[in-house]
Nanobody, 115 residues
């Protein structure tokens, strides 16, 4: 059974940090690219980080220099490290794995940045 489970969200003050996790099971995680998305209330889901199976990464300008995606294939887990968080980073964060003709989504984890 394929599963992607995000964790690590929560409430943080502006300028703070969080590390999100995406634990995968039921498929060959190491062969898949990993993307992190976020969706704020009333807005479309937006891509915030990508990492392919060769560890190449990409970020939009809105998070570049603050967010970092990495993966530990031995643990079938991807991570999103978020630093210097801003109010506008508040959203539900999702991970997605793509590969072998498949696309899997997690259920999301809430990140709230508030003073």
């Amino acid at each position: 059974q394929v599963q992607l489970v995000e964790s690590g969200g929560g409430l943080v003050q502006p300028g703070g940090s969080l590390k999100l996790s995406c634990a995968a099971s039921g498929f060959a995680f190491k062969n898949y690219a990993v993307n992190w998305y976020r969706q704020a209330p009333g807005k479309a889901r937006a891509l915030v980080a990508t990492m392919d199976s060769r560890y190449s990464t990409n970020y939009p300008d809105s998070v570049k220099g603050r967010f970092s995606i990495f993966r530990v294939n031995a643990k079938n887990t991807a991570y999103l490290e978020m630093n210097n968080l801003k109010l506008e980073d508040t959203a539900v964060y999702y991970c997605k794995c793509i590969g072998d003709g498949n696309e899997f989504w997690g259920q999301g984890t809430q990140v709230t940045v508030s003073s």
